[in-house]
């Protein structure tokens, strides 16, 4: 059997952390992941989608994301009930993070053209350092796109 969920999607609000009585972090946030179609008149629904996560990875949801925060999760779906402090029995179905990932910049939020333009600038002046043991890019028979020269002679086959 197969319970697996992969989202992608924005934080409808600040995430809400707690400790249980067993002394664990457990953090639940709301996520808003669009619609692949649009409606009739045009527009993109959205479902919005609660998560859980626990432990450490509770405690970094809680300190790094917030409201409007773009993030991916791996989990699974898991479904529960309890009896709430009127008597009534609620049921709840959520998405238990097993990884959440942060994709956007620490400081959140939408890059402004302006920001991604002095990052390109920054990129030109100081260009990624080469790797050791790694040719330079004018010797990578792979940069420029033309053909690759294979030689089966070192094949262990």
């Known amino acids: ?14 995430p809400e952390m707690r400790v249980s009585q067993s002394n664990l972090a457990v953090t639940n946030f709301n996520l808003a992941v669009n619609r692949p179609f649009t409606s009739k008149d045009g527009e993109q629904g959205a479902d919005f989608i609660n998560c859980v996560t626990f432990r450490k990875q509770a405690e970094n949801v809680n300190q790094y994301l917030k409201k409007g925060s773009l993030c991916g999760i791996d989990g699974r779906i898991q479904t529960r009930n309890y009896e709430n402090k009127d008597g009534q029995r609620v049921y709840v179905t959520e998405v238990v993070c097993e990884s959440v990932q942060f994709l956007e910049p620490k400081s959140g939020g939408q890059q402004s053209n302006n920001d991604a333009g002095s990052y390109q600038q920054a990129y030109k002046n100081n260009p990624p350092q080469q790797a050791r043991g790694t040719k330079p890019v004018e010797d990578n028979p792979f940069a420029n796109g033309g053909p690759v020269q294979d030689d089966d002679s070192d094949l262990p086959f």
Do not use: F, W
């Open 1 to 14: 059997m197969l319970n697996r969920v992969v989202l992608v999607g924005r934080l409808t609000r600040d």
